[in-house]
């Protein structure tokens, strides 16, 4: 008989810290909040529910290292979560770990790190942590962190879960997990990376901001979690964990400010999981119109691929049409007669915009494209169109090898991984990272003709990564350096490693 597949929770709530100062009001409450609704999105979701609370006192460096033995119980299919609402911190990190842009530590704050003898539970010790509950184990594995890593603390009606520069271990070797980092030589020097089991993770703030709590309807909250917990609600979980955080970024503009919630994944393809690991029952993008000062606008704009005379539909009917062309807040028509006061949910219809074509290679294999069709009816892209005619697309679907990938026409370089396996899982998410493709073409016909940003004020730095893998995680080494026309080779599956890059601006 088929095992019920188990949610297991670790929530870790912290307000009653040992230094005056420290004392935060709503960790436990955020703590309790989120245990009742993964009791109810367990039970709608067909999960058994584990949950391990350490509240106070007994979240203690070494109580939350021993808690998360309960994690060791977690079987192949089940889904882990480990939830922290408390102070956050950071540190100088030794030499060792400057392969890190800001060459940083950054740690949670336990409930007897700032008393004599005592230390934070450091980023790298977390990685290991995950990296030692996931090994050899088909698990899903998600990290929530209410708390900050920066930024200065604020006084009044929000108050910052940050505090000071954090304690360290003396030397590296004094890092939990410390045999298990793998080391790497580079110019003389040695690197230390810790182990890194695949993860998602959501994390309230940016490392240069805050996260605050404040008064939500008489109780004392973070303001993210209280976010989160109102939006995964209002939608069922049926959101990837990118649609949520997006949610969940509009919703915290509303409530405070400077704090931007983010979102980071040891496997990319995690950020396009559902929310758990939940199923996925639909790919339309929805979007919040509401009324801002002297106009109705729409949370979304020209960088989310919605152009002028795009067409969205709310849940009561109403068309609604975008009259401007603003980045990220269009304005839009047709909802003059609605409440001001409410926010409503808006699903496009057109984009505004042409559609990216596919169309099927000439080897595909005959299983794939059953499966492909049978997937696209339920998926619904708004962003894409299937084509009947291989010479009218802009790139080739290829169902072959038990696999999905996509290619330009007359090329057999995959634009990405391929989706492993054929079957509607893989189809799905395969159409997921097709999307995204289609977002960056979009992105790429954007023209900022007001810019005043000159070519010799940004620099490009390319990253080598061995393998984001999914237990021996090598730190970034640098191999590229600033150039006047970049060149990036997109998709290097037969050597073994795929690029990554980003572009820095100076000032």
């Known amino acids: ?69 309960n994690f060791k119980k977690a079987s192949d299919g089940d889904t882990c979560l480990i939830y922290y609402s408390g102070h956050g911190s950071k540190s100088a990190a030794p030499p060792e770990f400057w392969y890190e842009s800001d060459q940083m530590n950054e740690s949670i704050v336990c409930h007897d790190s700032r008393i004599a003898g005592g230390l934070d539970l450091l980023d790298k010790e977390l990685s290991y942590l995950i990296w030692e509950a996931t090994k050899g184990k088909d698990v899903h594995f998600a990290a929530i962190m209410d708390c900050c890593f920066a930024g200065t603390n604020t006084r009044g009606l929000t108050r910052s879960r940050m505090a000071e520069p954090s304690f360290v271990p003396k030397t ?17 020097s040695v690197l230390l990376s810790p182990p890194s089991g695949k993860h998602v993770h959501l994390a309230a703030s940016r490392d240069s901001e805050t996260a605050k709590e404040r008064d939500f309807d008489g109780k004392q909250h973070g303001a993210f979690t209280h976010a989160m917990v109102q939006i995964l609600a209002e939608n069922g979980a049926q959101l990837t964990y990118h649609e949520l955080m997006r949610l969940v970024n509009l919703r915290l503009g509303q409530l405070v400010t400077d704090q931007h919630a983010q979102l980071s994944s040891v496997v990319d393809e995690f950020s396009q999981k559902g929310f758990l690991n939940g199923a996925l029952i639909s790919s339309k993008r929805s979007f919040h119109v509401r009324f801002t ?36 807040q269009v304005k839009v028509k047709g909802i003059e007669a609605h409440d001001k006061e409410t926010v409503y949910e808006a699903h496009i219809s057109w984009t505004g915009r042409p559609n990216i074509v596919l169309g099927f290679a000439e080897d595909c294999e005959g299983e794939g494209v059953e499966v492909f069709h049978t997937t696209w009816i339920k998926y619904g892209s708004i962003l894409l169109d299937l ?8 790139y080739l679907i290829h169902a072959k090898d038990n696999s999905f990938f996509l290619t330009l026409p007359g ?43 000159g070519k010799d004020e940004y620099a490009i730095e390319l990253f080598h990564v061995d393998t984001p893998s999914l237990g021996d995680e090598s730190p970034s080494t640098l191999v590229g350096l600033q150039v006047e026309t970049p060149v990036f080779e997109y998709g290097m599956e037969k050597k073994g490693f795929w690029a990554n890059a980003r572009t820095p601006v100076k000032g």
């Open 411 to 453: 090329d057999k370089v995959p634009l990405f991984k391929r989706s492993a396996g054929v079957n509607e899982a893989s189809c799905w998410q395969f159409l997921a990272n097709v999307e995204r493709v289609a977002r960056w073409v979009q992105l790429l016909a954007l023209n900022n003709r007001y810019s005043t940003i």
């Open 172 to 188: 590296v070797e004094d890092y939990l997990g410390y045999s298990f980092y793998k080391k790497t030589e580079k110019d003389g």
């Open 293 to 328: 000062g002297s106009s109705w606008r729409l949370d979304g704009g020209a960088l989310h691929g919605i152009g002028y005379g795009a067409n969205l539909k709310l849940e009561d009917g109403t068309d609604v049409i975008v009259v401007d062309k603003h980045p990220v």
């Open 1 to 69: 008989m088929a095992t019920t597949p188990t949610l297991h929770a670790l929530l870790i709530g912290i307000c009653d810290y040992p230094i005056a100062h420290h004392q935060l009001f709503g960790c436990r409450n955020d703590t309790n909040l989120i245990n009742d609704y993964l009791g109810v999105f367990a039970k709608e979701s067909g999960l058994d529910y584990r949950p391990f609370l350490l509240l106070d006192s007994d979240a203690s460096r070494n109580g939350i290292i021993k808690s998360f033995d």
């Open 387 to 394: 084509s009947d005619n291989p010479a009218n697309a802009n």
